[in-house]
């Protein structure tokens, strides 16, 4: 099946800093979401982005789907920013399915 | 709209009983998936519906799992009997279905954590 690597693991920041989060993936895809996992549990919704960018506030992202990579920016940081940050693929080949990266831990300090 | 609703939002039950979760999806949104998480994971697929039909259950454990989603809207899922390696979140999703390569962006619910003793 699809792979898909999240790097890095784990990232610190001070508040207003900016971060970038980055998202391979081993085939063609269909579907791409990122998603921001709060303290609760909660998978929130960022962005359904296959391919091109988008931008929501202090949040944007790009899909380059003919390199197979990802990328979520973080502009501004606050700390109501802190979680867990997942990418998911529906590979083009395994239907609706969604494969998950293993997350990126985000962490904002005040 | 109201999101994907899911009961209870917490369980315990010791090793080899029963339990079972219930998930009322998006109004309208004719699949429905139940993942796995396992603490420190990402979520993992364990069986997709289009409307009460099966579509993918591959990674479904059958000899202890089963899923029914009998009139095309809520879903249950139950585990008999549980094991110590069921522990984890159980998180329930739903999307339109617009065909195999089209937009199924998925919405998910708030999750049941299941705590096997």
């Known amino acids: 099946g699809i792979q898909v690597e999240q790097s890095p693991p784990d990232l610190i920041l001070q508040e207003g800093a900016n971060s970038t989060l980055r998202c391979n993936f081993s085939d063609s895809v269909n579907n791409l979401q990122w998603f921001h996992q709060n303290p609760w549990g909660q998978l929130i919704n960022l962005f359904y982005?296959?391919?091109g960018t988008k931008q929501n506030g202090r949040l944007s992202a790009t899909t380059v789907a003919t390199e197979r990579y990802s990328l979520l920016y973080i502009s501004s940081s606050q700390t109501t920013d802190s979680g867990v940050y997942f990418c998911a693929v529906g590979g083009k080949t395994s239907g609706s399915r969604l494969t998950f990266g293993e997350g990126t831990q985000l962490t904002v300090n005040p | 709209e109201a999101g994907v609703a899911q009961s209870p939002r917490y369980k315990i039950i010791e090793k080899r009983q029963s339990v079972a979760f219930w998930c009322n999806p998006i109004?309208?949104?004719?699949?429905l998936y139940w993942y796995q998480q396992i603490l420190g994971q990402g979520p993992k697929l364990l069986i997709q519906f289009q409307n009460n039909g099966v579509v993918d259950d591959s990674q479904l454990p059958k000899d202890r799992f089963s899923a029914e989603r009998l009139k095309g809207v809520d879903s249950t899922l139950k585990i008999q009997p549980a094991k110590l390696e069921d522990s984890a979140v159980y998180l329930c999703a739903s999307s339109h279905y617009r065909g195999r390569s089209a937009y199924n962006e998925q919405f998910f619910g708030p999750g049941t954590r299941l705590t096997v003793l």
């Open positions: 982005i296959p391919s």
């Open positions: 109004s309208g949104h004719a699949t």
